[in-house]
C-alpha cells in the first residue's frame, strides 16, 4: 500500500517516466514553519548529478507545493508536494528481464500492465517525494530539539574506522559533501571508480542517528521504534538489511557486553554505552537514536548478464546501456535520513495520544 | 499499539506475571482446519525447560481457544487464545533498573503505572501468543502449499557454516531439537554453556525461510514483504537486526555478483542464485523467502551491574538472582518462524485484492 | 475487521454460545484509575432480564480483566476483558433462516462454518465488551470533564416529546431505570407489550449526548467526527440509521434556520441553538455533542414468517420459539452510550497528536 | 486523517483558493480500464454552473491524471488525480465567521493557521476528488456487475412520492439532469427557487443504490457495510445523517414487518421486501444496498445572521455576499453515488482476502 504512519499519514505516488512522482503527507500539526530553501536543500542531496557517480539525467527535482502550506507555514490540511518529471526518455529499458530489478516480479503482479519505462513506480525517483516529506518532518524535529544525521559506514569493501562521537561530530560529518572520514572517503570513491570502470555496480552501508529524541516514545511489539523506522527503511528500494545500535553484533557479545550500563547525569539517567541504539523494549531512552541500513549495489550495470525476455521465455543476455550510478550509497544518505525522520516524528506524535 | 496486519489482524496482550497472555487474530478464512496437537508441538518449540539453557519456571503453555474456532475450524469470527500464568513469582525484580531491560523505558513512558514484574508486557512471554498466531498462520500456509522453517546460524561465535540447500534439507533441519549443524551445535551449546558457568549470557541469529511462497505478493514501498516481514521481526523483544538474502554481505558485494541472474525451469523464470531472499521491488518473485534476526544477548545476567535506583536516583549495582536463560536463541526459532509464517500470510491474502 | 480506532484501539471477539466473548482495549493512558464497581454497574445496564421485556437468560456478564490493569490502575499495556458464556443452550436455532437475522448472510460468507448458535459472533451478546470498553472510556472522559448520557426517543410509535435541557436534565433522565420522560416511558412499555401479546418486536430511537468535548477535536473528511462515532454506531447489530444534531429534520429546513448563530459568553464563542449537534465540518465545536441512533425491532419473534431452510433450498415458515425480547431499546441504551464515548474519547486523543 | 479505506486506499488533499484539489488512490487491479471521457461526465455531474441553482464559479474541474493510468488502464500503482483551481477569488470570507460553517472549527482546531478562502480544505470543492475517485471505482464496478445510482428524495419539504422499483427505473431516473420524477422535480425546483428568492438556501435528502453487489461482503462490526459506506457519506461536508434500507423507519415497525421474508428464485435466496436495505449483521445478502444521506443546507446564505467576529471576540452580524448555490442537494447526487461506490468496492475487495 502507499500509504504509512499513523501520527503523520504519507502516501508516496508517481512512475519515473510518467509525468510527475510525488507524496500526500497529513497529520503535521498547524503553524509549523516550512523552509523552502532547506527542503531544495535536502532535495538537491539526493538529486543526480551529484558527484562524478550519478547519473547525468538532469531532473530540476524542484518540488511544487500544492496544498497545506500557507505563507510557509502548515495549515494543518494534507500536504501535496510535486515534483514533475522532465528528462525522461521513454524506449529504454524495453525487453528482457533486468536481474536484480522489479522486472520480474511486476510483471508477475501486475500482469504486463505496470509501467515499467525508467522502473517506473519502482525506480528509485520515489525516493525524490520521501525525502521531500522527510525534509519537512527535520524542520518539525528541529523545532523540538531532534537532529538527524546520516554518514557512509562502507562502500563495497572500503569501510570507515571512524565512528563520530557526538551531536557536534555527527552534525559536521553529516555536512560534508560527502559524509565519511577523509581516508575512508577516498577509499569509497576508489571502490565507485573501480566499479564503473568494470561497467559493474557497488552497494554500501548508511547509518543515520537522531539526537534529542525524547524517551519514552514508540511502543512494546507492533510499534516499537524499531518496527516504526525499519518498516519505512525497508520502503527504500535499495535497502536488505537493517539494524539498530551493534544490530547484528549484538548477537556475538555476552550479555554484560551488550547491556549499557546505566548512571546518572545532572538529573537524568543515561547509559554508558549506546548498544541497543537509543531503544529498549521498542521505546527510546533518550540516548542517541542508531540505525543502519544496508543498501545492495545499484543492479544497472552494463556487464552482460544472463537473463530472460519473457515475451517468448527465452534464455538471452542483456548488457543495461546509459549511464547509471556506479553507486548509489551517497545518494541514499538523505533517504535513509527521511526515513528516520519521519519514523521519529510519528513516534513523538503517537506519544503524544498516551500522555496523561 | 497492540494490533498488526492488514489481511490478518494480530492483537496481543498479557503480562508475564498477571492472569494470562494471549491473543486475538482476525482475518483467517473460514473452514480452515486447525491442529491442535500441532498447535501444541509449536507452543513447546517455545517453551522453557526445553533444553539445558531454558529457565526453570514451570509453565504449562497450554492455550485455550475462545473462540472463532469450532469443530476444529475456523469460523470466520475472530480468534482468542488465551495462556493461563501459572508459575508466577510475584516480587521478583523489584528496584534497580535491569541494564538492557525494558525496566528504564517503561518508567519514562508510563511513569510508575506499568506492571513490570517479570518483565510485564515487555517480558518474552508475550512470544507465546505470537508463535500460538503463527503456528496457526502455518497450518493455513500448508495447504497454500507455503513451508516456512528455522534454523540457529550463530550463537556468540559459534556460527554454522553449513547452509542448507532445498526445501527437504531446511525441514530435515528445522526438525531437530537443536536446529543447527551437528558440529556447530555442539560449538553454540558450549557457547552458552560458557556464558552461563561465568554468570553471562550470550546472543544469536536466527534464519527463517519459507519454501512455496507464490510470485507476486508484497507491494512496493511502504508494504513490501521486506517492511511487512520486518516490523513484526522488529516486534519480537531481543531482536535488533534484520536482513533478507544476503543481507548486509550484499553491501559488500557488485551488482554482477549480487544480481540473480534468471532462467527458465519448466516453464516457470528463476534464479540461478537467490541472494534477494526472493523479494524484488518489495515484491516475492517466487523463489524461498529468506530471513536472517539478530537476537541480542538475554539481558538477565548473575554478574553484577552498574545501573540506577530510579527511587531515589542514585547509582548501585545489581546481579539478577533467579535462574534465567543464558541464551534464548534456541526459543527464539519458533518465535522467529511465526513472524515469518504472519507476514509471508498477510502478504498473501493482501495479494488477492489485487487479483483481477 | 474486528479492530476499531487509531487513538484507542478496540478488538472484540466471541460467540454467543462459545466459551467466552470480549474485548482487548489498547492506548488509554497509564495510570488511569478504573472503579470496577461502575464497570459492573455499567454491564448490568446492558444485561438481560433488567425489565420485563429482556430474555430470561441468566448471563451473570461478570467480566474478569486478564491484563493491562494492576492496583486499580490502567498500566498503558492493552487490556483484555473477558466475560465467560454460562447459560448457553445449544441446539437452538438450527434450520431454516430466520428473517432479519445474520443466517442468511453469514452462509453466504463463510459457508456452513460460522457458529451461528444463538447468533454466534453476530449476537447481540457480543454487546456486552462494547458496553465493558465504553464504560472504561466513561472513566477516562469524565477525568476530562465529559458526562456522557442516552435516553430513549420513541419505541415503535411512542415518542418522547420531551427534550431534556442541559447536562443535569441529561444526566437525571439518564440515570432512570427507564430513561424516558414518565408519560412517554409509559407508552413507550405499552408498545412493547403489545409486540409481545402478539408475538412481535418493536424497533426505537436513542438519542445520546457528550457534554464537555473540548472543541477542535476532529478532522475534516474522512476522519470527521461523525464518520468516527457513525463507524461505532453502525457496528451495533440492530442499529439502521444515525443522524447528528438535527440530522434528517436538516434536509427539511433552510439555511436560516440550520445554521447555529453565535455569541459570546464568558470570552468562549457559543451557538444559540445546536441543530448541528456540536460539529461543524467534522470538529466538535464545544457545544454537547448529539447524535441518534435508530434500532430496528428484534428479528426473532414468535409470529409465523416465510422463510428458506438452506439445507434443501426449499420454502418454509418459521416460529421462533423461546423468549425473546420483544423490545431491545432500553438496552441499547448503554451500547449507544458506548460507541459515543469510545468515539469521542478516541477524537480527543487523536487530536492531541496535532497540538503544537 | 485524509486516507481512506482497506481495499483501496484513497487520501485527498487542497484547498478551494489554493493550487489545486486532488487525490491519490491505491489498491485498484492492475489492467482496468479507465474511460477517460465517462470520468469526464461524471465530474460534470458535480460541477458547478449545472442548473440555475448553482454557483457561478467556473471550474473548468478537468483532471489530470499523473500516475498509476498507463494507456488508459491501471497500471497498479496509485493513481493521482489533480484539478487546479482556476477562478479562485481570494480576499472572500474573511473576517467574522459564518454560522454553520468550519470556519469556528477550523479555528479552534488550527488556531489561525488554516487556509479559510472560499472554505479552505472544508470546501464542498473538496468533493470533486471524491467523485473522480468515485467514478473510477464506478467503471470497476461496472465489470464486476455493480451499478451505482442516485436520486432526490427530497429537497425541503417537497419530498418525491414515487420510488424506483428495479434497476432499469433506478438507472433511468439517475441518468436524468435533475434525477426525481417529473411533478416532484417541479415542486423541488421551485423550492430551492423561493429558498434563493429570499436570500437563504434549502437542505435534502439524496437516495443511492447499488445493484448487483455480491452477497456476503462485508463483516460483522466495525467493517459492517454499514460503517464502511457511512464513514464515507459523513466525510461529505454537509451529510448530517445516514441511513440504511428503511432506516429510522423501521424504529417505528413491528418485527413481522421489519424482517424481510425469503424465498428462492432460481436456485438463489432472496428476500420479498429490502426493508434492509441489502444488509444484514454488517454483510451484504445480495439485494440492492441502499442508503440515504440527509443534507443540512448550505450555510452560506444572503440574509442577515448574528455571529461573532474572532478577531476582537465581538458579537456582529453577517450577510454573506457573492453568489452562492441555494441548494446542493442536486449537486450531491454524484457524491453520494461515488461514496456508496467507493464503500462498495471497498467492501468487495477486502471481501477477497477471506475467500478460501
Redesign the interface.
Known sequence: ????G??I???????SH?????M?V??L????RIDAEELRREMQRRAPGRDAFSTARREADAA?????V?DG????????G?IRNGDARSGDYDGS?R????D???L????G???MRGG???SGR?TAPLVFAGAMAKQVLGRLGVGVYGRIV?I??AADEETPQGELAWRALSGLQFPASAPAAARMRAAAGA?RA?G??????VEVAAFGVP??????????A???V???L??I?A??????????R???????????????EE?V?R??TNR??G????????MPLIARA????????A?E????D?AD???TTLAIKGRHDPCIVLRAVPVVEAALALGVLDCI????????
Open positions: 500500500m502507499n500509504t504509512w499513523r501520527g499519514r504519507l502516501s508516496i505516488f508517481g512512475e510518467g509525468a510527475a512522482v510525488g500526500v497529513d497529520g500539526p498547524a503553524g509549523e511544487e507545493i500544492l496544498s497545506g500557507k507555514r502548515t495549515t494543518g490540511a494534507p500536504i501535496c510535486l528481464l536481474p536484480g530489478h522489479a520480474w516480479t511486476a508477475l503482479k501486475y500482469g500492465h505496470a509501467d517506473g513506480h519502482f520515489l562502507a563495497g569493501d566499479a568494470e559493474d555496480s557497488v552497494g554500501g552501508i524517551g519514552g516514545v514508540g511502543d512494546p511489539f507492533f510499534a516499537s524499531e518496527s516504526v525499519a518498516s519505512l525497508f520502503s528500494p535497502v536488505k538489511g537493517v539494524e539498530f545500535g551493534d544490530g547484528f549484538l548477537a556475538g557479545m555476552r550479555g554484560s557486553e551488550a547491556n549499557d550500563e546505566l548512571f546518572v538529573g539517567i547509559s554508558r541497543n541504539g531503544i529498549l523494549g521498542g521505546i527510546t531512552n533518550g544496508a543498501c545492495k549495489p545499484t543492479p544497472s550495470i556487464r548478464q544472463r537473463t530472460v519473457p521465455m527465452t534464455e506524535l503517537v506519544g503524544r495520544m498516551e500522555a496523561r
